[in-house]
């Protein structure tokens, strides 16, 4: 299994309309089995329009970022397990006249 693995991501992410098009290299380390941000740094072809901003607050927005979608950006490389997804819970479905009648209560 790889150690490392360096990915790339698009600010539009966590950044909307602000960071679209800027690239982010996210670097994953495997310790102890289990898998870590460990860098996040702007590509070169945009650190002319990040120097401009917020470095700090939008270098930890992407680590963030990184961190709650790893299983979508490196699942396959780093042999993430999927999470167990929770049963969807059935409810009772109601009629449109029973939910005019439960507005009413």
């Known amino acids: 299994m790889k150690k490392t693995i360096t990915t790339e991501i698009d ?4 950044g909307d ?9 996210v670097t994953f380390e495997n310790k102890e089995g289990e898998w870590k941000v460990t860098d996040v ?4 072809e945009c ?12 270098l930890e927005r992407a680590k ?6 790893m299983e979508e950006l490196i699942g396959d490389e780093a042999e993430i397990k ?3 997804k ?3 819970k059935k409810i ?3 009629s449109f006249d029973g939910v005019i009648k439960n507005l009413n209560k």
Do not use: C, I, T
């Open 11 to 14: 600010g539009y992410h966590f």
């Open 17 to 25: 309309r602000l960071l679209e098009g800027v690239m982010f290299d």
């Open 41 to 44: 740094k702007v590509q070169k």
């Open 47 to 58: 650190e002319s329009y990040f120097q401009d901003l917020n470095q700090k607050l939008w």
């Open 64 to 69: 963030e970022y990184a961190e709650s979608d």
């Open 82 to 84: 999927p999470k167990k």
């Open 86 to 88: 929770k049963k969807a």
């Open 92 to 94: 009772k479905a109601l």
